[in-house]
C-alpha cells in the first residue's frame, strides 16, 4: 500500500534529517586514511577523499581552516584529518567537514618536539645571543658535501663576498648518524680554533624535508653542543617554514641555506656602488669646500689692507676721538661753572645774614606798629569798660544796699525774705552797702 501524500518526505527533509543525526551521532572524530583527488580551486577552499583498502570518504577543508595546515597535502600521502562527520544537503553527499590535517607520525614527534623544545627553553639552551663576525674570516661549514645546500651557499658566497674563505666539514644530515657526526664536528672545530683563531664561525645547514627528514637537528645534545660551541654557529635548516632546536640554540637563524649566506657576508657589488657613491659625494663635498674657502679667500683679500693705511685710519680716529674728549670735557666743566654759579646765587639768597636782616626789619617794623596800637586801642577798651561798668553799677545789688538796704543770709547763705523764715537767737548775717554785720533775732515782745 503507497504511503499517503502526508506521510512522505521530501528528499531536502529527508537529507535534512540525515545531515542532523550524522552531527549529533557521530560528532568529531580522527579519521587516518590516503589522500586522493585533492582540489583547490580559486575559492580557497581544499576538496579532497580519503580512502583505504576497502572505502573512501569525501572531505571538504574551508579557507578558513585549510591556511592552518602545515602538512603539503599531495595524492598518495598518508594523514590523519580531524573533523565532523556532515551531508551535504544538495546533493545528498555524505562527507567530513576537516579542521586540522596531519601527517601520520608526526603528531607524536610534535609532542616529543614541543616537550623537549619547552624543558630546553627553560634550561637557558636557546639563550645565545652572540654577534658573528660580519663577515666572517674562515667560515665552517657542516653541511652534506652532495646536498643542495652546500652548492646554494657556496654560490651565494661566491657571488657576494669572493673574498670569502670557506671550509666544508662533510657530515651526514639525515638518519641516525647525523646527530652523532655533527656533535663530534662541532667538538672538534672548537677544539682546533685555539691553534687557527681565523677560524670565526660555522654554518649548520641542509636542504628542507619531511619532519622525520629533519629530526636529527631536534637532538637534544646537537641544541646543547650548539649552546656550549665557543665559536657562534648560525643555523639553517629546512625551508622557512621549517623551526628545529638547532635553530633555537644557535646564536642566529636564517630560513634557508641561500639567506645564510646572505647574512654572513656583504655583497661585494653593493659595497663596490656603496664606495662609489660615498667617494662621489666626498668628491662633490671636497670641491664645495674649496669653492667655499676660495670666497672666503677672497673676500678676506678684499678686506686686507696696508698696516700704514690702518695705522694711518687709527691715527685719525684717535684725533677724532681726542677732539670729542676734549670738547666733551670743556662743555662738562662749563656746566658744572654754570651750576655752581647758580647754587651760589642760591646760597645768597638763603644766607642767614640776610633773612636776620630782613626779619630784624620786620620786628622793627612790628614794634612800631604795636605802640601805635596799644594807645588806641587802651582808650578804646577803657571806654568799653566804663560803659560796662555803669550799666552793671546799675543793676548791681550794691547799689542798691548803697542807697540804705542791707541783705540778711542765715547761717547756709540763705537770703531770708520773711520774718517769719527765722527764729529767736538765731544768727544772721546783713551785707550792706559797705561791709557786712552780724546780727541776732530777738524775741517779738508784741508778741508776747
Not at 579532497?48 to 595524492?75: G, I, N, S, Y
Not at 694711518?312 to 670729542?324: D, T
Request: with cysteine; aromatic share 4%.
Amino acid at each position: 500500500m503507497p504511503p499517503s501524500d502526508d506521510t512522505a518526505l521530501s528528499v531536502s527533509e529527508l537529507n535534512r534529517r540525515a545531515r542532523q543525526a550524522l552531527e549529533q551521532d557521530v560528532g568529531d572524530v580522527w579519521v587516518e586514511g590516503e589522500l586522493s583527488g585533492v582540489s583547490r580551486p580559486s575559492s580557497g577552499h581544499v576538496y579532497f577523499t580519503l580512502k583505504d583498502e576497502r572505502a573512501q570518504l569525501r572531505c571538504a577543508l574551508f579557507r578558513t581552516r585549510a591556511r592552518f595546515v602545515a602538512a603539503p597535502m599531495r595524492d598518495g600521502d598518508r594523514v590523519k584529518v580531524r573533523g565532523r562527520v556532515s551531508l551535504f544537503e544538495p546533493r545528498g553527499d555524505y562527507q567530513l567537514i576537516a579542521e586540522a590535517v596531519q601527517a601520520t607520525g608526526e603528531g607524536e614527534l610534535l609532542a616529543a618536539y614541543e616537550r623537549l623544545k619547552a624543558r630546553l627553553d627553560a634550561e637557558g639552551v636557546f639563550a645565545n645571543t652572540r654577534a658573528l663576525p660580519y663577515p666572517p674570516r674562515h667560515l665552517l661549514v657542516l653541511s652534506s658535501p652532495t646536498g643542495a645546500a652546500i652548492r646554494d651557499v657556496l654560490a651565494v658566497l661566491a657571488a657576494r663576498w669572493p673574498l670569502a674563505q670557506v671550509t666544508l666539514i662533510p657530515v651526514p644530515v639525515q638518519g641516525r648518524e647525523a646527530t652523532p657526526a655533527m656533535i663530534a664536528a662541532l667538538g672538534l672545530l672548537n677544539r682546533q680554533s685555539a691553534l687557527d683563531p681565523a677560524r670565526d664561525a660555522i654554518l649548520i645547514t641542509r636542504g628542507g624535508g619531511s619532519l622525520e627528514d629533519l629530526w636529527a637537528f631536534n637532538d637534544e645534545h646537537l641544541a646543547r653542543a650548539i649552546f656550549h660551541s665557543r665559536l657562534p654557529v648560525m643555523s639553517a635548516v629546512g625551508h622557512e617554514v621549517d623551526t628545529t632546536l638547532a635553530d633555537f640554540a644557535a646564536d642566529r637563524r636564517a630560513p634557508t641555506p641561500s639567506a645564510a649566506a646572505e647574512q654572513l657576508v656583504p655583497d661585494a657589488r653593493e659595497l663596490a656602488q656603496r664606495l662609489r657613491a660615498l667617494e662621489q659625494r666626498l668628491t662633490r663635498a671636497q670641491r664645495a669646500r674649496l669653492d667655499t674657502e676660495a670666497q672666503r679667500l677672497d673676500h678676506l683679500g678684499a678686506r686686507l689692507r696696508h698696516p700704514g693705511e690702518v695705522l694711518a685710519f687709527r691715527r685719525r680716529q684717535l684725533e677724532q676721538l681726542e677732539g670729542r674728549l676734549r670738547r666733551a670735557m670743556q662743555a662738562r666743566l662749563a656746566a658744572a661753572r654754570r651750576h655752581q654759579a647758580e647754587l651760589g646765587r642760591r646760597l645768597a639768597l638763603r644766607s642767614p645774614e640776610r633773612r636776620l636782616e630782613q626779619e630784624t626789619r620786620r620786628l622793627t617794623q612790628a614794634r612800631q606798629r604795636l605802640h601805635q596800637a596799644m594807645p588806641r586801642a587802651l582808650a578804646h577798651h577803657r571806654e568799653r569798660l566804663g560803659a560796662v561798668a555803669r550799666e552793671l553799677q546799675a543793676v548791681s545789688p550794691l547799689a542798691v544796699l548803697g542807697r540804705g538796704y542791707a541783705i540778711l543770709e542765715n547761717d547756709e547763705g540763705r537770703v531770708i525774705r520773711h520774718a517769719a523764715d527765722t527764729r529767736p537767737g538765731e544768727r544772721l548775717a546783713a551785707r550792706l552797702g559797705e561791709g557786712r554785720l552780724a546780727l541776732e533775732v530777738l524775741p517779738d515782745e508784741d508778741a508776747d
